[in-house]
Nanobody, 119 residues
Framework: QVQLVESGGGLVQAGDSLTLSCAAS????????MGWFRQAPGKERDFVAS????????YYAASVKGRFTISRNNTRNTVYLQMNSLKPEDTAVYYC????????????WGQGTQVTVSS
């Protein structure tokens, strides 16, 4: 089992930056592929970014590419999502996810953290 706890969400203005963190426990973090997803009100959960257990390659949704950066610190068992140039359409609940490999299902999910971007 893997437990994931997100933090760092909040209310910001358009153009601001925000960094989300996701702390993992319960399983060797270094072997996990990690990802971020988001769900806006009334919409389905969408993919945002992911990275393999070795941190490369990384993948991004077209809507965030060039503005968001996913990274990991294996010493701290934590994955990050650096979000720059935030837009109102980035408003959503952001979820951290983990899977045993880049080819398996996303088996583990955090509880989510709210990000609200005002115009």
């Amino acid at each position: 089992q893997v437990q994931l706890v997100e933090s760092g969400g909040g209310l910001v203005q358009a153009g601001d930056s925000l960094t989300l963190s996701c702390a993992a426990s319960g399983r060797t973090f270094v072997g996990l592929a990690m990802g971020w997803f988001r769900q806006a009100p009334g919409k389905e959960r969408d993919f945002v970014a992911s990275m393999s257990s070795t941190a490369r390659p990384t993948y991004y949704a077209a809507s965030v590419k060039g503005r968001f950066t996913i990274s990991r610190n294996n010493t701290r068992n934590t994955v990050y999502l650096q979000m720059n140039s935030l837009k109102p359409e980035d408003t959503a609940v952001y979820y951290c996810a983990a899977r045993p490999s880049s080819y398996s299902e996303w088996d583990y999910w955090g509880q989510g953290t709210q990000v609200t971007v005002s115009s």
